[in-house]
């Protein structure tokens, strides 16, 4: 086991400080102290986005690491020194890769080396923040919410103190774009309104570090110290003398003469700071009320970290708005380097409970060593008891036998007067046993009279069995001929079936009639749902694409009005296959009272694969089996088609919609409008037909093809194939009727029959639906 003196935390990637242009990236260390963390900063830029990178950036911060710690102390590098190294959030490069860069950089003796621990950085985050409420009375079971207040993105995540400072997560992690870069930003805008967009773009191209020398001065002004008190506050005067030349200066001749008339010396008011602040701190006040929302306001304290949480406006804001919510509202010291110093007390906590461990199992082993060497003493106190007693036992028994061999003489004398006392009293009781035995034959001639008596009852019973196993006999001949009779009906009955089998074509043909009008009904309710796409429908035209993609289609669309048959298509297309996948889903699940139709079908699956195998493994008649096979299928699924995801009655007759329905036509809504904005009351009308079309899908695609007596099939017509309008038909084919240079551009209803793979004994019962381009290489 490695004895570890320091915990090394290392920051892997870079903190950043937008306010000045820099990022930093370092390590902290502590001799196994969590009081005395100390902190070590490299300045350096750029992120650690590949393998090369991180290598370098290790290798770098390994020369640093060994020369600051070997100075303060002499430690085995590869032994002595474990080294914990928070990784962000959601970050794409694996662990494994990244400790191969740290055996590259020279951290890790080997690959498999114990000494490196990984860590998420906003768990690092939360036990440091765990450890500053330590110090301020936290509870087990209670929570806290952690504000990371980074410069891009403000983050919340919510954690529950468990026994043993374990922590758990409460509310998921959220987070907004709205850093402290965010403030930056609204103060170059307001640079814009004084000086002109055409100005400030012009310095950020040429001279870029101007506009960080202005942001620099805001910084250092007002983005920490400013506290939104007026009283507080001092007005500051951008003059042309001390800070135009960050403007002007870098502005050709002929620029600033057209530009004469620009504000380059104006006041930086009260109502101006507040009002650059204000957008940004209230989006963050609305991320913590909803976080707060979620734990149901059972938070003990809000912890704020990053360099934006350094904020006294900020700070007072969120006490202003929340001090009635939550009891302890801070900023802990030192959380600019909240990562690397949660990941040293991770660390610390590691190795302390490891040795906790290892002291208990070294106990556990003394006193194993302890109680065996009492148990061998007193194996020897116990044999020299036992040897004492027996000592004792043998000198008592030596005096015991003694007194008894005489008593044992004394007995015997008194015992051969007793037996031949006995002898005689037995002559006496033999005469009389004699005497009783000869009273006795009269009775033993009795009972044999009896036994023979029984003997030929016996024999009578014999042959009453036999004549009764005859009667059987004939009994099993009657029940082979009536058996037979019974095939001769069956075999009647196939004759029968087959007969009706004539008459069930025009059945057939009223299922195959009913299909297509269930198909029609269910096409206009998908137009109906999609709507006309009109100029007040909103169609997201990216995601658009990305179905076109995804459904393999090669046309490009350029915008709404244009393409609107196609962007039809694809939503239509779109809504089935996703109402297809939710009921995979629900017929892959038992175990609910909701779950009655997939247990049905899972059921009549399983009941047909065994009438299937009895067919196969019994002798019968295989006719009966395959009639039984078919029209058991056709009862089950029609009475699914009939009652399937029906509403479902509650208690006391109170009928609620079907979980499966309710879930999932929220989901597809949900997945609709991410696709198109319908508004007003188009959106009612068209969010009304959700349920209805996933169980018009559901119960045609499910139930309805396998009612008819064979199976029907349905087939997605592939893209880039030549039209045939024998199984296809479509809303923009011409009339010049030159098909040849017709190719299918997306298939947006599938085509629907029996044995479609076969060219001989194929059936078309629903033609597909197609959207068609001119030629197969139209982009």
């Not at 360099?307 to 929340?322: A, D, N, T």
């Not at 009781?429 to 029984?454: A, F, G, H, M, T």
């Not at 399937?644 to 079907?658: K, L, M, P, R, V």
């Amino acid at each position: 086991m490695n004895d570890y003196c320091s915990i090394v935390g290392i920051s892997k990637s870079n903190i950043h400080f937008r306010d000045f242009g820099i990022s930093c990236a370092g390590f902290a260390y502590s001799y196994m102290n969590p009081n005395d963390i100390r902190i070590h900063i490299e300045w350096e830029g750029g992120p650690l986005s590949n393998e090369i990178a991180i290598t370098n950036y290790l290798h770098e911060l390994r020369k640093v690491l060994e020369q600051t710690i070997r100075s303060e102390r002499q430690v085995d590098f590869y032994t002595q020194i474990l080294f914990i190294l928070p990784i962000p959030d959601k970050y794409t490069i694996s662990t494994w890769t990244i400790r191969e860069c740290a055996f590259k950089a020279g951290l890790l003796r080997d690959l498999y080396s114990q000494n490196l621990k990984f860590i998420t950085e906003s768990e690092a985050i939360a036990i440091f923040c765990m450890k500053y409420l330590k110090s301020h009375n936290i509870s087990v079971g209670e929570n806290f919410m952690i504000i990371d207040c980074g410069g891009d993105i403000v983050s919340l995540t919510t954690r529950q103190l468990l026994e043993n400072e374990r922590l758990s997560l409460i509310a998921e992690r959220i987070g907004n774009d709205c850093g402290s870069s965010s403030v930056d930003q609204e103060f170059l805008k307001f640079l814009e309104n004084k000086v002109g967009s055409l100005a400030i773009n012009y310095v950020k191209e040429n001279r870029p570090y101007q506009i960080q020398y202005m942001v620099q001065v805001f910084f250092r002004l007002y983005k920490i110290n400013f506290t939104g008190i007026q009283s507080e506050f001092d007005t500051v005067k951008f003059d042309s003398k001390a800070h135009q030349s960050s403007l002007a200066q870098y502005c050709n001749e002929e620029y600033n003469t057209n530009k004469k008339g620009i504000e380059w010396s104006f006041e930086l008011k009260f109502e101006d700071i507040k009002a650059i602040f204000d957008p940004i701190i209230e989006k963050i006040i609305q991320l913590i009320d909803s976080q707060l929302r979620l734990c149901d306001d059972n938070c003990f304290a809000l912890s704020l970290v990053g360099e934006f949480g350094k904020s006294k406006y900020l700070q007072s804001r969120i006490k202003k708005e929340f001090n009635t919510r939550v009891r302890l509202i801070s900023r802990p010291p030192y959380s600019v380097t909240a990562i690397m110093r949660g990941a040293v007390l991770y660390g610390l906590y590691h190795v302390n409970q490891n040795r906790i461990q290892n002291q208990l199992k070294n106990t556990i082993k003394e006193l194993k060593e302890v109680k065996e060497k009492n148990e061998v003493l007193q194996d020897q106190m116990l044999l020299y008891v036992n040897l004492q007693e027996e000592y004792k036992t043998l000198i008592n028994k030596y005096n015991n036998e003694t007194n008894q061999h005489k008593i044992i003489v004394e007995k015997l004398k008194r015992d051969i007067k007793g037996i031949e006392e006995k002898y005689q009293n037995q002559i006496i009781d033999n005469q009389r046993y004699q005497n009783k035995i000869k009273l006795q034959e009269p009775r033993i001639n009795q009972l044999q009279q009896d036994v023979k008596l029984k003997e030929n009852q016996l024999k009578k019973l014999e042959k009453e069995k036999e004549e009764l196993d005859n009667e059987n006999g004939n009994l099993h001949q009657k029940n082979i001929y009536l058996l037979n009779q019974l095939e001769n009906n069956f075999q009647q009955n196939i004759l029968l079936d087959e007969t009706s089998n004539y008459q069930s074509e025009d059945t057939n043909q009223n299922h195959i009639s009913s299909l297509n009008n269930d198909i029609l009904q269910l096409s206009d309710n998908l137009k109906k749902y999609i709507t006309d796409l009109n100029q007040d429908v909103i169609v997201n035209m990216e995601e658009i694409k990305k179905l076109l993609l995804l459904y393999k289609c090669s046309i490009k669309i350029t915008n709404q009005k244009d393409d609107q048959l196609l962007i039809q298509a694809v939503l239509q297309r779109h809504i089935i296959e996703t109402i297809l996948s939710y009921a995979t889903k629900y017929f892959q699940s038992t175990g609910q009272h909701y779950h009655l139709e997939a247990n049905i079908v899972n059921k009549a699956s399983l009941l047909s694969t065994l009438l299937t195998n009895i067919s196969k493994y019994r002798i019968g008649n295989d006719e009966i089996a395959n009639v039984a096979t078919t029209k058991l299928r056709q009862y089950i699924y029609s009475i699914l088609n009939n009652r399937g995801f029906a509403n479902i009655y509650g208690e006391d007759h109170i009928t609620y919609e079907h979980p499966f329905i309710a879930y999932y036509k929220e989901e597809l809504d949900k997945t609709m409008n991410e696709l198109r904005i319908v508004k007003g009351q188009e959106k009612i009308a068209s969010e009304n037909l959700a349920a209805i079309i996933i169980c018009e899908v559901t119960k045609i695609f499910w139930f309805r093809l396998k009612i008819h007596e064979s199976v029907i099939q349905y087939v997605w017509i592939p893209c880039d194939v030549q039209v045939n309008e024998v199984f296809m038909e479509g809303n923009n084919f011409d009339d010049d009727n030159d098909n040849d240079n017709l190719y299918v551009g997306l298939c947006y209803f599938p085509l629907i029959g029996r044995d479609l793979t076969s060219s001989n004994n194929r059936e078309v019962y629903s033609l597909a639906k197609v959207f068609v381009q001119r030629n197969q290489h139209q982009i």
